[in-house]
């Protein structure tokens, strides 16, 4: 017969691995990679870099949204570089004859194909959510909670101001 602490350390030790079961299937945040990016609607496909406990690889998630600030400062760079440009070339002016804007600028964008990303999953299912910049209330289409498909682009890592 066995003693009441081991059969109070056996609960014990089946409550610990129902948590990390429970535990494991939550998603929140998670470090990604970037597959592709699609600049005009703002969705990447990325491959989280985080494996199961088993060593498999997690699936691909498509159409991510991604937040403004990780592209916005490409959008904006993209949109001055003519008149940069301009002002490079344009040496009649004796301020404009050291300058070379368009050789600062980054090489990459930083919103690209390859680089890492961190990415936030949100509380509740955000199938009913419009995207971009809609700030309507919504009701989410179910009860799912902490799921990897309602992923979006929080950040993108490393890189710098000359390789992006």
Not at 55 to 60: V, W
Not at 71 to 82: A, G, H, K, S, T
Not at 91 to 114: A, F, W
Request: aromatic content about 6%; hydrophobic content about 40%.
């Amino acid at each position: 017969m066995r003693s009441a602490n081991q059969k109070n350390k056996n609960w014990y030790d089946a409550l610990l691995k129902l948590l990390n079961n429970i535990y494991t299937n939550i998603d929140v945040g998670f470090p990604a990679r970037v597959i592709s990016y699609d600049k005009k609607r703002h969705v990447a496909d990325i491959q989280p870099l985080f494996n199961f406990s088993d060593g498999t690889k997690k699936a691909q998630l498509l159409d991510v949204p991604v937040a403004e600030n990780c592209y916005i400062v490409d959008e904006i760079l993209e949109r001055l570089n003519p008149d940069f440009s301009a002002i490079d070339s344009n040496s009649s002016l004796p301020e404009h004859s050291k300058t070379n804007l368009v050789k600062h600028l980054p090489k990459k964008k930083l919103m690209r194909k390859g680089v890492l990303v961190t990415v936030l999953v949100l509380d509740r299912d955000m199938d009913n959510w419009k995207g971009g910049r809609n700030a309507d209330e919504f009701t989410p289409a179910s009860n799912r909670t902490h799921d990897i498909n309602d992923a979006v682009i929080i950040g993108v890592l490393g890189g710098d101001a000359v390789d992006g």
